[in-house]
C-alpha cells in the first residue's frame, strides 16, 4: 500500500505564529510516536477512523490550551495592560487580544 507523503515530512503550513521549538520534546515525540502507530495500520479505513479519532481526541487536549491563554490574557487585562501591549508583546493582532479578552471575561462569570 502507498500513500502519498510520510510521517517524517516536514508540516505543509504552520499555523501563524508557529515557532520553532515551542512544543516540548516530550510532545513532539508523543505525537509522532502516534502517527507512526497509526500510519503502521494495515487497513486504510481503520487508519482513516484513527485519524478522526485522533484529531477528536486532540481538539479536547487543545481546548486546555485555549483555557491557559485565556487566563494569561484575562490576568494581564486585570494588571492594566492595554490590548496594544499585549498585542505588542505576545504577536497577536489587537483584534484577536479583544476578542481572547472577551472570552476571558465571560469564562470568569
Not at 11 to 25: D, E, F, I, N, T
Not at 27 to 50: M, Q, S, T, Y
Request: net charge positive; glycine share 8%.
Amino acid at each position: 500500500m502507498t500513500f502519498i507523503g510520510s510521517v517524517d515530512d516536514a508540516p505543509r503550513q504552520l499555523r501563524k505564529g508557529a515557532r520553532r521549538g515551542a512544543l516540548s520534546p516530550g510532545a513532539r515525540e508523543a505525537l509522532r510516536d502516534e502517527a507512526k502507530r497509526i500510519a503502521a495500520l494495515k487497513d486504510p479505513i481503520a487508519i482513516v477512523k484513527a485519524v478522526g479519532d485522533a484529531f477528536a481526541a486532540l481538539d479536547a487536549e487543545l481546548k486546555r490550551f485555549a483555557n491557559v491563554r485565556l487566563s494569561a490574557i484575562g490576568a494581564l487585562r486585570e494588571a492594566g495592560w492595554s490590548y496594544d501591549r499585549i498585542a505588542a508583546a505576545t504577536g497577536l493582532s489587537k483584534e484577536r487580544v479583544a476578542q481572547l479578552s472577551r472570552e476571558a471575561s465571560r469564562s470568569q462569570d
